[in-house]
């Protein structure tokens, strides 16, 4: 048995656990942690070798900023990110690589979105100040950076799926890459472009605080 399976005794346990230990580690200091070590040998798609491993380290990921894993190999100057939540997915039998790879359909399809109508309403309608966008809840009427391109009131997961099922789409079978910047991308530029055009011709948009978001949601659809 794994050393984090001795410690927790399900995902949930392990993923606080897991999270817990990252959180403590400045970023860019090397990660020795043998737990983490061990864990991100079961990463599903990414068949690490851990004697490779020049450093591990917690960095910043574009295009968000947000928090993520890192690893180089030594002679070598790629750098990589690696998901320690699919690790600990695998870990525990819970991987399905077919739902795993229409969730980062999914994301592509968001990510292709953001080129069109809802930056430019985001750039529109917040200040930038301080190096931060602020801008104003629509719901709660703070003003906050922490500040969202909502989907009102036709909410964003309806569109998609009315132009998922308009065109006969199967998420499986879109091609997606990763770029430079680690956003998933969408292959197909003529499917990609025929998305955007569709979604901003539809789409109506708020802005709200992430804790309204949250609340919000996909308004029940």
């Given at each position: 048995?794994?050393?984090?399976k001795?410690?927790?005794?399900?995902?949930?346990?392990?993923?606080?656990?897991?999270?817990?230990?990252?959180?403590?580690?400045?970023?860019?200091?090397?990660?020795?942690?043998?737990?983490?070590?061990?864990?991100?040998?079961?990463?599903?798609?990414?068949?690490?070798?851990?004697?490779?491993?020049?450093?591990?380290?917690?960095?910043?990921?574009?295009?968000?900023?947000?928090?993520?894993?890192?690893?180089?190999?030594?002679?070598?100057?790629?750098?990589?990110?690696?998901?320690?939540?699919?690790?600990?997915?695998?870990?525990?039998?819970?991987y399905?690589?077919?739902?795993?790879?229409?969730?980062?359909?999914?994301?592509?399809?968001?990510?292709?979105?953001?080129?069109?109508?809802?930056?430019?309403?985001?750039?529109?309608?917040?200040?930038?100040?301080?190096?931060?966008?602020?801008?104003?809840?629509?719901?709660?009427?703070?003003?906050?950076?922490?500040?969202?391109?909502?989907?009102?009131?036709?909410?964003?997961?309806?569109?998609?799926?009315?132009?998922?099922?308009?065109n006969?789409?199967?998420?499986?079978?879109?091609?997606?890459?990763?770029?430079?910047?680690?956003?998933?991308?969408?292959?197909?530029?003529?499917?990609?472009?025929?998305?955007?055009?569709?979604?901003?011709?539809?789409?109506?948009?708020?802005?709200?605080?992430?804790?309204?978001?949250?609340?919000?949601?996909?308004?029940?659809?």
């Open positions: 048995m794994s050393n984090l001795k410690e927790c005794k399900n995902m949930t346990n392990a993923n606080k656990f897991i999270s817990n230990i990252l959180k403590s580690c400045n970023n860019d200091q090397n990660i020795e942690n043998i737990i983490i070590l061990e864990l991100i040998k079961y990463h599903p798609t990414k068949q690490i070798k851990i004697d490779d491993i020049e450093w591990l380290k917690m960095k910043k990921r574009p295009p968000f900023n947000t928090e993520a894993l890192f690893y180089k190999y030594k002679n070598n100057e790629k750098v990589d990110d690696i998901s320690w939540k699919l690790c600990i997915k695998n870990l525990y039998g819970n399905n690589r077919d739902k795993e790879y229409e969730n980062d359909v999914n994301s592509g399809f968001r990510n292709e979105s953001h080129i069109g109508t809802k930056k430019q309403f985001f750039i529109d309608n917040t200040k930038l100040i301080e190096g931060k966008f602020m801008g104003v809840c629509n719901n709660c009427k703070i003003v906050t950076s922490d500040i969202t391109t909502d989907h009102y009131p036709l909410p964003y997961k309806e569109i998609l799926n009315i132009f998922i099922n308009e006969n789409i199967k998420l499986i079978d879109i091609d997606i890459f990763e770029n430079e910047n680690f956003e998933i991308r969408m292959k197909n530029y003529e499917l990609a472009n025929k998305w955007r055009i569709y979604h901003d011709n539809l789409a109506n948009y708020r802005l709200l605080c992430k804790s309204c978001n949250s609340h919000f949601g996909c308004y029940n659809y």
